[in-house]
């Protein structure tokens, strides 16, 4: 239950047999295993680095697998996370999607609604409906390319911290994809890599977590979020999935963000449109 908790903090997922890929909408699955956190994987030092995962099933992210090495056991996470404070930090990636236009700007929320919760090891998918206080503030959209299109500016690796009996857990998302944009819809796909650890500093466990989330207005300044979280051990196999929804109120316009992190945006968005051929929307 507690890894189900930390799995409703986010939003913001047959071990002996194939697992049925959960769909959030027509065409947009889970991943049926993730690539293993390799050890040059550990939070806020490296972006992208694994090793060989489960080789059956469908990995529907971005990355690729790279060197074949044996999953690590849970008695070497305290250590990978020890030889992180050796490492040099990479230059971070910066990625952008298109959002709808109508879903541009601040958006807050109360909490989530846990839907259900399935043991992908067991089958047993258990009917929740329980509510959950977490608060959030959402700015949706960055930058405005010449043609009036908002773009959403996603800066990885990056980190969110929260507390979870007595344990800091750190989320770091490591990759969010745009699976699907309309003029009234939008879904992505995003990949956590999520550490807890003690207070004495010791890791206590690491694992990761896919959400595929479809956003969709349901009234004027009224949006809704459908997401689907599947969990996956450390090495990459599917353990549980919960499905949650969240609906958000409309607080604040669109405005460009000049800069963040100390990348100056709309240079950032110029660039990428020229290395996608679309010079004519660069400003």
């Keep these: 239950m507690k890894k189900t908790a930390l799995l409703l ?4 997922l047959n071990l002996s047999q194939a697992t049925s890929a ?6 947009i699955e889970h991943s049926d295993y993730l690539p293993s956190v390799s050890n040059t994987y550990v939070p806020g030092y ?13 990995y529907r992210g971005g990355y690729q697998v790279e060197t074949n090495q044996s999953d690590p056991n849970q008695s070497q996470h305290s250590n990978l996370y020890q030889q992180s404070a050796s490492m040099q930090r990479q230059q971070p990636v910066v990625e952008w999607f298109q959002i709808p236009k109508v879903m541009a700007g601040t958006w807050t929320k109360r909490g989530d ?47 969110k911290d929260s507390i979870s009996n007595g344990k800091q857990v750190k989320f770091m998302t ?26 004495t500093g010791q890791v206590a466990d690491m694992f990761q977590q896919e959400s595929l989330n479809h956003y969709f207005l349901v009234g004027s300044g009224e949006m809704e979020n459908r997401s689907s979280n599947r969990v996956f051990t450390y090495g990459g ?7 949650l929804e969240s609906k958000f109120t409309r607080v ?11 990348i100056d945006l709309q240079q950032a968005l110029n660039q990428f449109l020229l290395s996608k051929g679309r010079a004519d929307l660069a400003q």
Aim: hydrophobic share 30%.
């Design 174 to 199: 490591v990759q969010q994809l745009c699976e699907q944009s309309t003029p009234v819809n939008l879904s992505t796909r995003t990949h956590y890599v999520i550490t807890e650890t003690y207070p």
């Design 113 to 159: 609604v846990t839907i259900d919760v399935t043991d992908l090891r067991t089958g047993m998918k258990k009917p929740v409906g329980a509510w959950m206080d977490n608060e959030m503030v959402v700015h949706m959209g960055h930058q405005q390319d010449k043609a009036g299109n908002i773009w959403h500016v996603n800066i990885l690796p990056s980190e």
């Design 252 to 262: 604040g316009p669109f405005v460009p963000l000049a800069q963040m992190n100390g």
């Design 9 to 12: 903090l986010l939003i913001v």
């Design 46 to 58: 490296s972006h992208g680095g694994y090793s060989q995962g489960q080789s059956n099933g469908n």
């Design 22 to 27: 959960e769909t959030l909408q027509a065409g």
């Design 237 to 243: 196999q599917p353990v549980r999935d919960g499905t």
